[in-house]
């Protein structure tokens, strides 16, 4: 690892953002209705915690409150940022599992969420956790100043619509040939909005609320890119490389539906080698921030070689 | 009609703002990327058009307009408004269609989305049209004030999420018995998040966005309130006494499932008096606006006596 931080250390506090991650999510997610509300459907809100706590390496909500950290931003505002980011994430897992989409059975090594309840549930928890996250990314304690909040508000749509992670799940069906022939695939594509807006959002999300330079902003933006891709490509090799048992959910499976992936498209080696030439430039993005970059750099060498 | 506005007036200033409002939302679902966006696929932005252009009384985004009015915000500010406003309501409808939900294949006199494409597509389409909506609501030329934008954004998260809607559509599954015994259904409750909560927000969105007075937004409060229970017994009574043909959708559909409605709780006598009610208690709550409020006057009781 190039950075100055062990393995050990960002270990421990990757962790230490989990849970107090969870713990943000665990107020969030209370049956208590806000203001503006009538009380809040309690199988509903048991739907969306089984869905959002209780696991998760919360990488998404780590990469704000880290970017957050390079530029001084309180980490009570970047983790509520967090918690909007992983509530988007987590409504895209709940969709995503559904028999009409992707069919999933298991899910952090536990049954999905339509499979504990039925799909109705499934899809108005995820409905829910979508509409929650920009309820909480709005709020007063993000931001003192509104027009930050909103930057950030924008931003989150962007990169969770149509032209980011939506978009990408639907380019990725249409590339397992669901809707027809599936044609030539774009892989890098599929990447960079199924898996890559999100994870580039965590990263460009401390620029904003810090009200970084033009320059700094665009150094995080790189960085997210590149750990987007290695991202990526590290999932499709352990698709490959690793058990069900350690990944925690079925492994095989971009092979089982014939879908290409950036390693049928590389090769193991070629993708491994990708990944590498990926944290060069994600060290190299990070520089101007010298030694604040350091939980960032490990963070990319941590999504590239991580085991499940 | 105890507003100064005849009915014919009125039904051409309601078609106006449907048109422009269809012209606005024409250009919002266009594939060519925003900003930060990739390329959107073509197949998710056809869908999301199939279900939110060519079509409705767009009474949503009118109640947006013609509340703004009252408070002189420029109307162009209060269609972008509501074209959020009826993105979030389209995907509402396209989630609730869906086999797992109501199991519709009608829709405004056509196949729903889910029968013309698959379910993949319609939940991915409904997803994006939810996301789209906060992209909307937080644009720059909504308001000057971010701020003012901000409290429009949280507002339409409330009345849109598990506090509002989406927790009103479980409820009304569960009214159904969907989800085991049905137990005591609470119509009222059901009615005030699922149909009602969207309405409210249409009525009070102007008063956000004129930056009105205690006293003007409580007004606007009450009578949408008002107009929102009015038009859940409206469909109540549709239901049982319209044909499909007129209403664009099967009929009947709440006694085959024989569920609890305002109907079957008040009795179609029953319920027509508390129509009349509550659009007494509209009336009264306009009275402050004097005629500035005859739009609106005109809207609750064209909502209480519509035909579909």
């Known amino acids: 690892m190039t950075s100055g931080l062990s393995s050990a250390d960002f270990a421990i506090r990757l962790d230490t953002t989990a849970d107090e991650t969870e713990a943000v999510l665990e107020k969030l997610l209370s049956d208590a209705p806000l203001p503006d509300e009538i009380a809040r459907p309690r199988r509903l809100t048991d739907a969306m915690r089984y869905s959002s706590l209780g696991g998760g390496k919360r990488l998404r909500p780590f990469l704000v409150v880290e970017s957050s950290a390079v530029f001084g931003v309180p980490r009570e505002a970047a983790l509520l940022a967090g918690a909007a980011l992983e509530c988007i994430h987590c409504y895209s897992l709940i969709h995503d599992d559904l028999p009409a989409m992707d069919n999933s059975d298991l ?28 309820d909480i990314i709005t709020r007063d304690e993000v931001h003192d100043d509104p027009a930050v909040r909103l930057l950030l508000t924008r931003a989150l749509a962007r990169a969770a619509g149509i032209g980011g992670m939506v978009g990408g799940q639907l380019l990725d069906l249409a590339g397992e040939g669901r809707f027809g022939d599936r044609g030539p695939v774009d892989v890098a594509r599929v990447q960079q909005m199924k898996t890559g807006a999100l994870l580039r959002f965590g990263c460009i999300a401390g620029a904003l609320l810090g009200q970084a330079s033009q320059k700094d902003y665009q150094a995080l933006d790189a960085y997210g890119r590149a750990l987007g891709e290695a991202f990526q490509i590290a999932d499709d ?7 069900a048992a350690a990944l925690g959910k079925p492994t095989g499976a971009d092979a089982a539906l014939g879908k290409t992936t950036f390693v049928t498209q590389l090769g193991i080696d070629g993708a491994k080698k990708r990944v590498r030439d990926l944290l060069a430039k994600a060290d190299e ?13 490990a ?4 999504v590239a070689n991580r085991k499940n």
């Open 285 to 297: 993005a990070l520089s101007v921030f010298g030694s604040r970059g350091d939980v960032l750099r």
């Open 237 to 243: 090799l352990l698709d490959v490389e690793s058990d």
């Open 299 to 302: 963070a990319a060498h941590f």
């Open 107 to 134: 899910r952090r090594g536990r049954p999905t969420l339509h499979k504990t309840t039925d799909d109705a549930t499934a899809i108005l928890a995820g409905d829910g956790l979508l509409t929650l996250a920009f």
